[in-house]
């Protein structure tokens, strides 16, 4: 959910409170309080926390969404080296925007439209579906062992034949 910082700053200087009251009464940490205010999201329940301790309706410190669109699509034909992409979430929108700049000759933005969603045309070669793998301790360390010898070896190659 969104969160209007600043109105939940003003109802805290009204009333005289400090963050330090504001964590106390929520159960949340300083750092999280903080970025929850300056960032302006926070999950239904710390919204819901933060406005009963600041004695606000959650209504108060919400900020209405500047869109409803909240769907993200990648659509391409089979054999075809390009696809259309439309994102409503800022984080992609930010990416294909830095795309589009660095590299217009495969990234090129069609439309940015009204609701704040954009929509692109990118290489269907950039399309991943990558999921997290989750290694024990032990393998953890391996892997960080082998990839800490095969850095020393490229450098000693590098010394060797440099």
């Known amino acids: ?12 200087e009204t009333k005289e409170m400090t963050p ?19 960032n302006g999201f926070a999950s239904e329940e710390a919204m819901e926390r933060i406005a009963e301790a600041i004695g606000a309706e959650v209504r108060e410190i919400l900020l209405s969404d500047i869109t409803s669109n909240v769907e993200n699509a990648i659509e391409f034909v089979k054999d075809n080296d390009r696809a259309t992409v439309s994102f409503s ?6 990416r294909i ?15 940015e439209n009204k609701d704040v969603s954009i929509c692109a045309h ?21 892997k960080a062992e082998t990839m800490r010898r095969n850095i020393l070896k490229n450098v000693n190659d590098r010394r060797e034949n440099g």
Do not use: D, F
């Not at 969104?2 to 805290?12: D, F, P, S, T």
């Not at 106390?24 to 999280?32: A, D, E, H, I, P």
């Not at 990118?122 to 953890?140: A, D, F, G, K, Y």
């Open 1 to 12: 959910m969104r969160v209007n910082g600043k109105r939940v700053l003003e109802i805290m």
């Open 20 to 38: 330090e009251t504001i964590c106390s009464r929520t159960g949340l940490c300083n750092k999280s309080l903080h970025w929850i205010v300056n």
């Open 89 to 94: 979430q800022g984080r992609y929108i930010t």
């Open 97 to 111: 925007r830095k795309l589009a700049a660095e590299r217009p000759e495969e990234c090129e933005i069609v439309a």
């Open 122 to 142: 990118i290489p269907v070669m950039w399309i991943r579906i990558n999921p997290s793998i989750e290694l024990s301790e032990e393998q953890r360390q391996r």
